[in-house]
């Protein structure tokens, strides 16, 4: 399964570099469904980050700015963080590309994202959950 992913990644990176034809598909489908196939593929969005060009992906999402909010705020957490990691370099790249004004926009959602999954409350965090109650 993992040389698939893997080829699969590949072929996926190579189609993503041209940004006439991302940037059509991405305006044609829904974030959530997306982010639903790298859910289930937790390896996927590493090895598809690891095959793309960072400055033909910031294209993309500047012609498409919801895309990228959209999903992200429906990606598992820990994939998301563990291709962010693995990726770090692409990561850099693709931001100083991307247009200024969507960049906040997509890290909030990141954040937030990242937020909810490692929140663990402490016991006193606990213990005023349970007075307001």
Same mark, same amino acid.
């Given at each position: 399964?993992?040389? !698939?992913?893997?080829? @699969?990644?590949?072929? @996926?990176?190579?189609?993503?570099? %041209?940004?006439?034809?991302?940037? /059509?598909?991405?305006?044609? $489908?829904?974030?959530?469904?997306?982010?639903?196939?790298?859910?289930? &593929?937790?390896?996927?969005? /590493?090895?598809?980050?690891?095959? @793309?060009?960072? *400055? #033909?992906?910031?294209?993309?999402?500047?012609?498409?700015?919801?895309?990228?909010?959209?999903?992200?705020?429906?990606?598992?957490?820990?994939?998301?963080? #563990?291709?962010? &990691?693995? %990726? *770090?370099?692409?990561?850099?790249?693709? $931001?100083? &590309?991307?247009?200024?004004?969507?960049?906040? +926009?997509?890290?909030?959602? @990141?954040?937030?994202?990242?937020?909810?999954? #490692?929140? +663990?409350? /402490?016991?006193? #965090?606990?213990?005023? !959950? *349970?007075?307001?109650?």
């Amino acid at each position: 399964m993992s040389a !698939l992913v893997r080829r @699969l990644g590949r072929l @996926l990176g190579k189609m993503a570099n %041209n940004q006439d034809l991302l940037s /059509g598909i991405m305006s044609g $489908i829904d974030p959530r469904v997306v982010a639903r196939a790298v859910n289930e &593929n937790s390896g996927l969005l /590493g090895e598809v980050m690891a095959h @793309l060009e960072p *400055q #033909a992906l910031a294209g993309i999402v500047n012609r498409n700015p919801d895309f990228l909010s959209r999903l992200v705020k429906s990606l598992d957490a820990k994939a998301l963080t #563990a291709a962010i &990691n693995k %990726n *770090q370099g692409f990561l850099v790249q693709l $931001i100083e &590309n991307m247009n200024p004004n969507l960049f906040p +926009r997509a890290a909030n959602a @990141l954040l937030n994202r990242i937020r909810k999954a #490692a929140y +663990r409350p /402490g016991p006193s #965090a606990v213990g005023e !959950l *349970q007075e307001s109650a």
